[in-house]
């Protein structure tokens, strides 16, 4: 009995083995091979995402063709170096270390920074963002030009006089918004020429100015329609450089735990001053 028990227990061991190669060949299948070497889809699809920028923006299929011919040239290469024994070269294996120890800080990044930031965390830093922006004010204006003074004084005694704003733009402006009754929309400071600009935000709400206001364009009648606090933008519209800042965030915070854990001596004088200041600038940002 205990032989039968035995081949059954070995039996069903090799049937789930046989489940897992067979899930395996599933999910990640063969898709060439190189000599005694399979390519599997897993090690095409990080040939695809390391292809050359340039290379990014070609068809799916031709994409895929193009990273299978990377692999299986490395490969192909790859064996006669082994044959020569270049895997045993210092300079060889001073490279594989360096290439090692670059994975695992990738690796470490994503799994404590990319992928551990929370929505939580880019919501908060947005708000900290937008609570250290110095409120603007915006006005909302229209305006009719003209090309001389007298031109634009008399403009002025028709609103005097009653005259609509929009219907004398339409048919007075050398603006190309004329057809829209001079309207400019809101803007903040720093959007118009200093001459307009001026002259816009001292305006009241309602209020059109009563002398021309010249600039290098010719001469403005303006009337601002309304004034307000500018809106921040939404966090839909800025969360991809927030996330960045608090990616950056939680990098410095690791790097200097790792700093406190481990000394890091630069016998150089001059490179150790150049690194001390670019790591300040970096952390100031």
């Known amino acids: 009995?205990?032989?039968?028990?035995?081949?059954?227990?070995?039996?069903?061991?090799?049937?789930?083995?046989?489940?897992g190669v067979a899930r395996a060949e599933e999910t990640d299948p063969v898709v060439a091979t190189v000599g005694d070497q399979e390519i599997r889809k897993s090690e095409l699809e990080l040939a695809i995402s390391s292809l050359d920028p340039q290379?990014?923006?070609?068809?799916e299929e031709q994409k895929r063709a193009a990273a299978l011919s990377s692999v299986i040239d490395v490969k192909l290469l790859a064996k006669d170096a082994e044959k020569e024994g270049l895997q045993n070269d210092e300079t060889y294996k001073q490279r594989i270390a360096f290439l090692t120890e670059r994975e695992l800080h990738n690796a470490f990044f994503k799994k404590h920074v990319v992928d551990a930031i929370t929505e939580e965390d880019v919501k908060a830093r947005y708000e900290k963002?937008?609570?250290?922006?110095?409120?603007?004010?915006?006005?909302?204006?229209?305006h009719i030009l003209v090309k001389t003074e007298e031109e634009a004084k008399g403009i002025i005694k028709e609103?005097?006089?009653?005259?609509s704003f929009v219907e004398l733009a339409k048919a007075k402006s050398t603006d190309p918004n004329k057809d829209d009754g001079g309207d400019l929309g809101y803007f903040t400071k720093g959007r118009m020429v200093p001459e307009f600009e001026a002259a816009a935000f001292a305006l009241e709400k309602g209020a059109y100015t009563k002398e021309p206001v010249k600039t290098?364009?010719?001469y403005h009648v303006i009337l601002v329609e309304?004034?307000?606090?500018?809106?921040?933008?939404?966090?839909?519209?800025?969360e991809p450089q927030v996330r960045q800042l608090v990616m950056r965030d939680k990098y410095l915070e690791l790097l200097a735990s790792a700093k406190?854990?481990?000394e890091v001596e630069i016998s150089d004088p001059e490179l150790k001053k150049a690194y001390d200041a670019a790591n300040a600038a970096r952390e100031a940002r």
């Not at 009995?1 to 489940?19: D, E, F």
């Not at 290379?55 to 068809?59: E, G, R, T």
């Open 1 to 19: 009995m205990s032989r039968y028990k035995t081949l059954a227990i070995a039996a069903l061991v090799a049937m789930i083995a046989a489940g």
């Open 55 to 59: 290379l990014q923006s070609m068809p």
């Open 159 to 163: 609103l005097e006089a009653g005259k």
């Open 226 to 238: 309304d004034k307000r606090p500018q809106a921040p933008p939404a966090l839909e519209q800025v």
């Open 216 to 218: 290098q364009f010719g």
């Open 260 to 262: 406190e854990s481990t």
């Open 129 to 142: 963002e937008i609570a250290a922006i110095p409120a603007q004010e915006e006005v909302k204006a229209r």
